[in-house]
């Protein structure tokens, strides 16, 4: 178990609905990433976070996704009047902090995402 | 912007044959990490490599990172049917805070 927890772990939806995933990140990880991995592909970088701070988001993410971690704890991804083709694990990761000896990026099991 | 390829996408083996990945990316990297996936779960670090020319080894895993910092490949040894998953480097480049994942090669050991 490493740690890091999503919910829910799968989420059938119908096209257009609007959907939320959580993370809660190792305890004391300051670091944040989100992902998502299609079949057959490596993880795609989402957005990261720095504590509460929002510090880099993919460009090729659309304005239909929105991420945020309030109090720099959990996290939240929305994801807003959902396609087919957003179908994938989502995945969360979170690391200690910055330095060569705490960036290693611990993983939780994702929320697989089916839009109908 | 930054790419990182792997090769090969899919490796059958034999059990006790060895093997081999590399990842080769389009710019230099900081520092490069190697994930495991196994089927149906979630990536799970191995190694980090950050000088260049480096080499790690675990067990019967090597590790080595390009003296250019571009480039990096993961040597198993006498394969076991537990090494069965997808390997997956990661690089982090300069002037981001994020890691890029390489395509990932899918390992399947025949027993």
């Known amino acids: 178990d490493t740690g890091v927890s999503q919910d829910p772990r799968h989420k059938i939806t119908k096209r257009g609905q609007n959907v939320t995933f959580r993370c809660d990140p190792i305890?004391?990880?300051?670091?944040l990433y989100w992902y998502r991995q299609t079949l057959g592909q490596g993880p795609e970088f989402l957005t990261y976070f720095q504590n509460e701070a929002q510090l880099e988001k993919s460009r090729l993410l659309s304005d239909r996704f929105s991420a945020e971690r309030p109090k720099g704890s959990f996290s939240t991804l929305e994801i807003q009047r959902t396609e087919q083709g957003d179908s994938a694990m989502y995945l969360c990761?979170?690391?200690?902090?910055?330095?060569?000896?705490?960036?290693?990026?611990?993983f939780g099991a994702g929320t697989r995402l089916s839009v109908l | 912007g930054q790419q990182v390829m792997q090769i090969p996408q899919y490796q059958h083996v034999q059990e006790g044959e060895d093997f081999t990945t590399y990842c080769n990316s389009s710019?230099?990297?900081?520092?490069i990490q190697w994930y495991k996936q196994r089927p149906g779960g979630h990536p799970v670090f191995l190694i980090q490599l950050v000088k260049s020319g480096e080499v790690k080894k675990q067990k019967r895993l090597t590790f080595q990172f390009g003296e250019a910092k571009k480039n990096s490949s993961l040597h198993i040894t006498a394969t076991q049917t537990t090494d069965v998953g997808t390997y997956f480097c990661?690089?982090?480049?300069?002037?981001?805070?994020?890691?890029?994942f390489g395509t990932g090669t899918r390992l399947k050991v025949l027993a």
């Open positions: 710019t230099t990297l900081s520092n």
């Open positions: 990761a979170s690391s200690l902090g910055q330095g060569i000896s705490k960036n290693i990026q611990y």
């Open positions: 990661a690089g982090f480049g300069s002037g981001t805070y994020k890691y890029i």
């Open positions: 305890s004391e990880h300051n670091r």
